[in-house]
T-cell receptor, first 115, second 113 residues
Framework: EAQVTQNPRYLITVTGKKLTVTCSQN?????MSWYRQDPGLGLRQIYY???????DKGDVPEGYKVSRKEKRNFPLILESPSPNQTSLYFC??????????????FGPGTRLTVL | QKEVEQNSGPLSVPEGAIASLNCTYS??????FFWYRQYSGKSPELIMF????GDKEDGRFTAQLNKASQYVSLLIRDSQPSDSATYLC?????????????FGKGTKLSVKP
């Protein structure tokens, strides 16, 4: 089944404790992206990757890191999480021949709480 | 700051009516536009995309794009209670690179039986 998977789905952590949210797709997509969704603020792009080893900032990259060492995986790293990073996170992927213009398929989401 | 704006709603329509959802965008360079549906607690799923001025129809859904007015709309004919969800409008940002997608905050639609 073609899908985007994220792990963990739920995470409660404490301020400053490094964490990684994994994202994997099995559709051989070139383009992958991370979003956060907050009430009243909507869905905002954090980072995206047009291809392996190519990443770029979205609208809200502060406090996050990403890497794209292989096509299928695009982990989101929070080196020192803070309470304002409490949010619902979505990973998405697309075929990528036209960047963000291709249809993006979203993962199920990761609900992160930072205490 | 490039923006996509939507009325947050809620928009309430009776079952069988036409629901009209609207969106405006600030970046004249945007070329691709998307409508996503998101049920509460779920991930967004694509409903329609549109690149060219005019109308695009897919079943009960019609997307309309007017680049001169920087306006995108989604019409849902014969609305069903299962259409009750938040609808997200998105536009590509070509100011920097091809990878950035800007979402509106969404319009909540409620279809009453």
């Amino acid at each position: 089944e073609a899908q985007v998977t994220q792990n963990p789905r739920y995470l409660i952590t404490v301020t400053g404790k490094k964490l990684t949210v994994t994202c994997s797709q099995n559709m051989n997509h070139e383009y992958m992206s991370w979003y956060r969704q907050d009430p009243g603020l909507g869905l905002r792009q954090i980072y995206y990757s047009m291809n392996v080893e190519v990443t770029d900032k979205g609208d809200v990259p502060e406090g996050y890191k990403v890497s794209r060492k292989e096509k299928r995986n695009f982990p989101l790293i929070l080196e020192s999480p803070s309470p304002n990073q409490t949010s619902l996170y979505f990973c998405a992927s697309s075929l990528g021949t036209s960047g963000a213009s291709d249809t993006q398929y979203f993962g199920p989401g990761t609900r992160l709480t930072v205490l | 700051q490039k923006e996509v704006e939507q009325n947050s709603g809620p928009l309430s329509v009776p079952e069988g009516a036409i629901a009209s959802l609207n969106c405006t965008y600030s970046d004249r360079g945007s070329q691709s536009f998307f409508w996503y549906r998101q049920y509460s607690g779920k991930s967004p799923e694509l409903i329609m995309f549109i690149y060219s001025n005019g109308d695009k129809e897919d079943g009960r859904f019609t997307a309309q794009l007017n680049k001169a007015s920087q306006y995108v709309s989604l019409l849902i004919r014969d609305s069903q209670p299962s259409d009750s969800a938040t609808y997200l409008c998105a536009a590509t940002d070509y100011g920097g690179s091809q990878g950035n997608l800007i979402f509106g905050k969404g319009t909540k639609l409620s279809v009453k039986p």
